[in-house]
């Protein structure tokens, strides 16, 4: 089986050993007798499975006595983040997202039974093992004492924080782009990267968006088989699930205003060169004018044989040019 840890903690906070792991468990497949992991000592039971197969699972869900239905989606890796009560447990589904080097985000499964006595995860897909996790909460007994409902906070806490460093990674790729985009107009491969990104930012909304609601109502519900005093640690949860959420929506903003930007600001480039080349036409539309006019072979014309006609006429020429560029270097335009 699939094991990564299976043992029982004592989860009495009066007792001076109350947090302390009891002993290792085997996974016989055969149902506990009611009340022999509580017992006088409060004890529960924290099993760890990473990608078990359906006989692995069904062993599990027999002993423990895991409705079907729960079961099938915790081995279905791709359910919505989602809580529902059952008559002995609640199931909950987590998800994990992590930025691979091809700035893809891939994302992972946790589904959690929390029994009176148990809590169960399950994980697929995720490489952030939880064994870590466990030593964490094994260092510290007065916490680890307060029960199974205060594991599933540690766990969930430990998936949220997870979201961190993906969005500061995604932040830093578009603060890049976004100091590029003002030098010059982005080229097609950087277009192409942004909208792939913002394609990521949406599936992120919808895979991790629903671990508000979760979490939400964790934290102010009142929920079967989660103590009230354990609210504001799921709080704090929902708290860092809002500000992920919050700094995603943030960075779509940003995306999108990148293209924006940089479009207007090419905008105004091209509108600088279209001034420019319309004023060098004015000044190159004057010569062109007078020498069309007396290149005509015409017989008659005005000053044709005048003698200085040819020095009066260049002199013309550029004063109109100088005045016109003067003017057009007074406005902005050369």
């Known amino acids: 089986m699939t094991i990564i840890a299976a043992r029982r903690y004592l989860a009495d906070p009066a007792d001076p050993q109350g947090g302390r792991r009891a002993s290792a468990l085997e996974l016989t497949g055969t149902p506990d007798a009611p009340g022999s992991r509580a017992g006088a000592s409060g004890a529960f039971d924290w099993i760890g499975l990473c990608e078990p197969d359906h006989d692995e699972m069904d062993r599990v869900a027999h002993q423990y006595g895991l409705h079907p239905l729960a079961v099938e989606d915790a081995l279905s890796p791709q359910q919505m983040p989602k809580l529902d009560i059952y008559q002995k447990h609640l199931f909950i589904v987590a998800r994990t997202a992590t930025l691979e080097p091809d700035e893809t985000l891939?994302?992972?499964?946790?589904?959690?039974?929390?029994?009176?006595?148990?809590?169960?995860?399950?994980?697929?897909?995720?490489?952030?093992?939880?064994?870590?996790?466990?030593?964490?909460?094994?260092?510290d007994p007065e916490r680890l004492a307060e029960g199974a409902d205060y594991v599933l906070h540690?766990?969930?806490?430990?998936?949220?924080?997870?979201?961190?460093?993906?969005?500061?990674s995604l932040e830093a790729v578009a603060h890049d782009m976004e100091e590029?985009?003002?030098?010059?107009?982005?080229?097609?491969?950087?277009?192409?990267?942004?909208?792939?990104?913002?394609?990521?930012?949406?599936?992120?909304e919808r895979v991790i968006g629903p671990m508000e609601e979760v979490c939400e109502r964790l934290a102010e519900t009142e929920v079967p088989l989660i103590d009230p005093t354990a609210r504001i640690w799921f709080r704090d949860v929902l708290d860092h699930v809002r500000r992920t959420m919050a700094r995603m929506r943030g960075l779509k903003e940003t995306l999108a205003a990148i293209v924006e930007t940089a479009s207007l600001l090419e905008q105004h480039r091209q509108g600088e060169m279209t001034r420019q080349l319309a004023a060098w036409a004015g000044l190159l539309a004057v010569p062109t004018a007078i020498a069309g006019i007396y290149g005509m072979n015409f017989e008659y014309m005005p000053e044709l044989r005048w003698h200085y006609g040819y020095f009066i006429l260049l002199g013309c020429v550029g004063t109109i040019c100088t005045t016109l560029y003067w003017r057009f270097r007074r406005i902005g335009w050369l």
């Open 106 to 139: 891939t994302y992972g499964q946790t589904a959690f039974f929390l029994g009176p006595d148990f809590i169960i995860s399950v994980r697929f897909g995720s490489e952030r093992a939880h064994v870590g996790l466990r030593r964490t909460l094994e260092a």
């Open 154 to 168: 540690a766990i969930l806490d430990f998936i949220v924080d997870g979201y961190l460093p993906t969005m500061e």
């Open 180 to 204: 590029s985009a003002i030098d010059a107009f982005p080229e097609q491969q950087t277009i192409r990267r942004i909208f792939r990104l913002r394609r990521q930012l949406r599936r992120f």
